[in-house]
């Protein structure tokens, strides 16, 4: 079993930043490949990035590219996601998710375990 915590959500004008952190607990973290995953209201939840076990590898959307960064920190256990450069159309509830296979997936259902989210909101 995996636990995972996200933080760092808030609201934030047009333009600006956030960095959010995923705590993980209960498995060997780096082992475990990760990504960020996204529900906006009334939408589907979406991929945004992800990263492999070694951070060697990283993964993202095409709507965050160039203004998202995926990393992680294998000695406290936590990955990150700092988002620069943030729209209105970021807003949504952002979940970290655990996936036990050496190349991270991005579809929902490649993933094994996953946080309870944080809420993400860009005022224009």
């Known amino acids: 079993q995996v636990q995972l915590v996200e933080s760092g959500g808030g609201l934030v004008q047009a333009g600006g930043s956030l960095r959010l952190s995923c705590e993980a607990s209960?498995?060997?973290?780096?082992?475990?490949?990760m990504g960020w995953f996204r529900q906006a209201p009334g939408k589907e939840r979406e991929f945004v990035a992800a990263?492999?076990?070694?951070?060697?590898?990283?993964y993202y959307a095409d709507s965050v590219k160039g203004r998202f960064t995926i990393s992680r920190n294998n000695a406290k256990n936590t990955m990150y996601l700092q988002m620069n450069s943030l729209k209105p159309a970021d807003t949504a509830v952002y979940y970290c998710?655990?996936?036990?296979?050496?190349?991270?997936?991005?579809?929902?259902?490649?993933?094994?375990?996953w946080g309870q989210g944080t809420q993400v909101t860009v005022s224009s």
């Open positions: 209960g498995r060997t973290f780096s082992r475990l490949a």
């Open positions: 998710a655990a996936d036990t296979r050496v190349v991270p997936g991005h579809e929902e259902y490649e993933y094994d375990y």
């Open positions: 990263i492999r076990w070694s951070g060697s590898s990283t």
